[in-house]
């Protein structure tokens, strides 16, 4: 492994002020709607591009925004884990590359995937439907309402619910990991029992893509999951074939 500086907690830069800006974010989000009553997360969070919402410097600052706590805690322990070692063996420039390749290449196909949602719903919905939903959809979202009908209700969620979250990134640090040390043995907290780094991915990732199939409305971005392992898995190949060593 290269020697790279190790800093706050004994993390390597990149990995160290990638968790410091992510917690930071949501410690301005909750600041922000508890004192001034502003959402940030409809302002950083990504909007499908045809929402009036969308920015396109959400496709960055998504990728540092999250839900809540449990959703920060859980992506910043996985790159506590496995991101400080992957900076450890590439670099910090590297490292840096291949966390926002992970992360863009995530949102990609998530906004894919909702492209294609959004292709089906506007073939099933009638004018006066799709009038009613562009002019008190957001409203009716910020009541806590939603659409009785299905269609209408689709449409209401694809232009008014931002996604936020490291998840496409980790995903592709979890990739990393298992491509890199395959037989490191991970120990697995349900059930307690070891198991190989590339047969965890390799479960991980068959999961969320059977996740992804059969529960295409779910408010988890089960496709940006597997976006991040793809992008990942391209950026390593690429990598491997054009310099000697990969680490």
């Known amino acids: 492994m290269n020697g790279y ?3 706050l907690f004994g993390l390597p830069p990149v990995v160290k002020n990638i968790i410091l800006i992510n917690i ?5 989000t909750w600041t922000m709607k508890g004192v001034f009553g502003t959402d ?3 302002i950083l969070g990504l909007y499908y591009p045809r929402s009036d919402q969308f920015m396109p410097l959400q496709i960055l600052t998504h990728m540092f925004m999250h839900a809540n706590l449990w959703h920060l805690f859980f992506n910043m322990y996985a790159l506590y ?3 400080g070692i992957l900076e450890n063996v590439w670099g910090p420039k590297r490292f840096f590359i291949y966390y926002m390749v992970c992360g863009l290449g995530a949102a990609l196909v998530h906004e894919t995937v909702i492209m294609l949602q959004y292709t089906k719903v506007m073939s099933a919905i009638s004018p006066d439907q799709l009038q009613i939903v562009l002019s008190d959809g957001m409203e009716y979202l910020a009541q806590g309402k939603v659409f009785t009908d299905e269609t209408m209700k689709d449409l209401q969620m694809i232009l008014n619910i931002p996604t936020v979250g490291a998840s496409g990134a ?3 640090i979890l990739l990393a990991f298992g491509v890199l040390f395959p037989n490191t043995q991970l120990m697995l907290l349900i059930p307690p029992m070891p198991i190989k780094a590339k047969y965890f991915v390799i479960g991980y ?6 996740l992804a199939i059969t529960q295409p409305g779910s408010n988890i971005a089960h496709a940006a999951h597997l976006g991040g ?3 990942g898995y391209i950026l390593i190949r690429y990598w491997r074939k054009t310099t000697k060593t990969l680490y």
């Not at 930071?24 to 301005?28: C, D, I, V, W």
């Not at 990732?205 to 059977?210: F, Q, R, T």
């Open 170 to 172: 980790v995903f592709g």
């Open 5 to 7: 500086g190790r800093g």
């Open 205 to 210: 990732g068959a999961i969320e893509l059977w």
């Open 81 to 83: 884990i496995f991101g």
């Open 24 to 28: 930071l974010m949501l410690l301005a």
């Open 40 to 42: 940030l997360t409809t």
């Open 229 to 231: 392992m793809l992008f």
